[in-house]
């Protein structure tokens, strides 16, 4: 099984940018499948982000498309998520999850999917 670690969360206003990171150690760390998820105050865990295993195909949710961007380093067995145009209702706790996969080119966006998760990271973004 692989650990994550989120990185890069914090406090922003509304309109600026963030870049989280999702740093995967343990083994075999490019064989995921890997998504960015958030969770607000009351309100139930949500798909943000995902990319596949190869980072040939990224897919967003509808409330980031056009402002989040992710991607992967293989190589250093990163994550990021670089979000611009934030907007006070992106305020949640941000996790990072992976899916071991066989599959180069499946996009997986569901919660059950995802079998490792990051401890999470607190994104605010102030009015």
């Known amino acids: 099984q692989v650990q994550l670690v989120e990185s890069g969360g914090g406090l922003v206003q509304a309109g600026g940018s963030l870049r989280l990171s999702c740093a995967a150690s343990g083994r075999g760390g490019s064989a995921y499948a890997m998504g960015w998820f958030r969770q607000a105050p009351g309100k139930e865990r949500e798909f943000v982000a995902a990319i596949t295993r190869s980072g040939g195909s990224t897919r967003y949710a509808d409330s980031v498309k056009g402002r989040f961007t992710i991607s992967r380093d293989n190589a250093k067995n990163t994550v990021p998520l670089q979000m611009n145009s934030l907007k006070p209702e992106d305020t949640a706790v941000y996790y990072c999850?992976?899916?071991?996969?066989?599959?180069?080119?499946?996009?997986?966006?569901?919660?059950?999917?995802?079998?490792?998760w990051g401890q999470g990271i607190q994104v605010t973004v102030s009015s």
């Open positions: 999850a992976a899916k071991y996969t066989a599959s180069s080119s499946t996009i997986y966006t569901s919660i059950e999917a995802y079998e490792s």
